[in-house]
């Protein structure tokens, strides 16, 4: 079932007008749902890695045999906005860093050391006494928003056993 068909509805003015008031039942998109933190079982979950042209409503299909649940992948992962929370295709990145940094692609965004910590660059100056930062890896804008981006596609799926349980608790919360 769609997932705005178990939001409740609201009075509507569609007039604005006083006198002539004529009011329509609409859909209060504006209500949230987020996933209870606690909820965190690896048992519920299967990990699953977005490929390039991977959508929620495909791997909806995929696992419950029902698009419409795409709504199920998004709340399990707390993801509001399915166009930034969902990691862009490898041709849709270039695109964005393209058009974030236009004469900058390949710019330093900052310095990382071994661990994955962002330092200061190499030879400055941390210190009164002359001490200098030593080595460090250069983070391109480029490497940076690549790996914002990878960061969003490892996500958690609802086993299928579990997805009936989970519209259940949603429809009781709206």
Same mark, same amino acid.
Do not use: C
């Given at each position: 079932?769609?997932?705005? $068909? @178990?939001? $409740? +509805?609201?009075?509507?003015? /569609? ?5 002539? $008031? ?6 209060? %998109? ?9 909820? +965190? ?6 990990? @699953?890695?977005?490929?390039? *042209? ?8 995929? @696992? ?6 795409? #709504? ?8 509001? !906005?399915?166009?930034?929370? #969902? ?5 849709? /990145? ?6 974030? @940094?236009?004469? !900058? =692609?390949? *710019? %330093?965004?900052? #310095? ?16 009164? !006494? *002359? ?11 480029? =490497? ?10 490892? =996500? ?16 009781? =919360?709206?």
């Amino acid at each position: 079932m769609a997932y705005f $068909s @178990y939001f $409740s +509805t609201t009075a509507y003015n /569609l007039t604005n007008e006083d006198k002539k $008031s004529r009011y329509n039942r609409i859909t209060n %998109i504006l209500l949230r749902v987020r996933k209870k933190l606690e909820i +965190t079982n690896a048992a519920l979950f299967e990990k @699953y890695f977005i490929q390039d *042209g991977d959508r929620a409503d495909t791997l909806a299909y995929e @696992y419950y045999n029902d698009s419409t649940l795409h #709504w199920v992948i998004l709340y399990a992962n707390y993801m509001t !906005n399915p166009y930034y929370d #969902w990691p862009l295709t490898y041709l849709d /990145l270039q695109k964005f860093i393209a058009k974030k @940094y236009p004469s !900058n =692609i390949n *710019g %330093i965004h900052h #310095w990382e050391n071994s661990d994955g910590e962002v330092v200061d660059e190499p030879g400055t100056i941390i210190a009164p !006494n *002359g001490v200098t930062a030593g080595s460090a890896t250069a983070i391109t804008n480029y =490497i940076y928003e690549e790996i914002l981006n990878d960061k969003k596609r490892t =996500i958690n799926i609802i086993r299928a056993e579990y997805v009936p349980q989970i519209i259940k608790e949603f429809k009781q =919360i709206l």
